[in-house]
T-cell receptor
Framework: GNSVTQMEGPVTLSEEAFLTINCTYT??????LFWYVQYPGEGLQLLLK?????DKGSNKGFEATYRKETTSFHLEKGSVQVSDSAVYFC???????????FGAGTRLTVKP | DTGVSQNPRHKITKRGQNVTFRCDPISEHNRLYWYRQTLGQGPEFLTY????????KSRLLSDRFSAERPKGSFSTLEIQRTEQGDSAMYLC????????????FGEGSRLTVL
């Protein structure tokens, strides 16, 4: 079945460091891929998405590229800020399927 | 836009008791989802409504769990005869469109079964 595997955390970085959070997926079809973020005390919210191979999703300085050949959707940011501290979830959804599958989440802490 | 609202935010109950959670989605969203999240894990899909119709249920949703969305607006998730393994965060999400994949989540209702 469909599944998502995320890099285990927690991840602790200094401000302005480069961030990569790895995500790989298993799917029977051609899913859309997502990164959701959960800030402390808030609900999950969509950070970015990509709907087909080679698409790049981007938002708030974060980027992720849908790599079909490596079944990956790694999240990157060139220079993190303290305000980026949150839990990040990779997710996939098959077309016309209501069951969105989430990874286990990666907690990021950015220190000043 | 008040977002997705869930209550209660935290419920502590004894094993064997029944509990009910309520979700008020974003008003114009016709799709509503329930997820369960345990510590250190991502959300797991439980069930989905389109308007008042419950169209999908995960096999995670045992017969002790029942969800309703009587008028296509708010939804309730009831757990009967709670067990310690039911302790988790129960998340509600809504969306307007299946194909954008954007779910709007509430802050969740945390259940602790003693």
């Amino acid at each position: 079945g469909n599944s998502v595997t995320q890099m285990e955390g927690p991840v602790t970085l200094s401000e302005e460091a480069f961030l990569t959070i790895n995500c790989t997926y298993t799917a029977t079809g051609y899913p859309s891929l997502f990164w959701y973020v959960q800030y402390p005390g808030e609900g999950l919210q969509l950070l970015l998405k990509a709907t087909k191979a080679d698409d790049k999703g981007s938002n708030k300085g974060f980027e992720a590229t849908y790599r079909k050949e490596t079944t990956s959707f790694h999240l990157e940011k060139g220079s993190v800020q303290v305000s980026d501290s949150a839990v990040y979830f990779c997710a996939l959804q098959e077309y016309n399927n209501n069951d969105m599958r989430f990874g286990a989440g990666t907690r990021l802490t950015v220190k000043p | 836009d008040t977002g997705v609202s869930q209550n209660p935010r935290h419920k502590i109950t004894k094993r064997g008791q029944n509990v009910t959670f309520r979700c008020d989605p974003i008003s114009e969203h016709n799709r509503l989802y329930w997820y369960r999240q345990t510590l250190g894990q991502g959300p797991e899909f439980l069930t989905y409504f389109q308007n008042e119709a419950q169209l999908e249920k995960s096999r995670l949703l045992s017969d002790r769990f029942s969800a309703e969305r009587p008028k296509g607006s708010f939804s309730t998730l009831e757990i009967q005869r709670t067990e310690q393994g039911d302790s988790a965060m129960y998340l509600c999400a809504s969306s307007a469109d299946l194909y954008t994949g954007e779910l709007f989540f509430g802050e969740g209702s945390r259940l602790t079964v003693l």
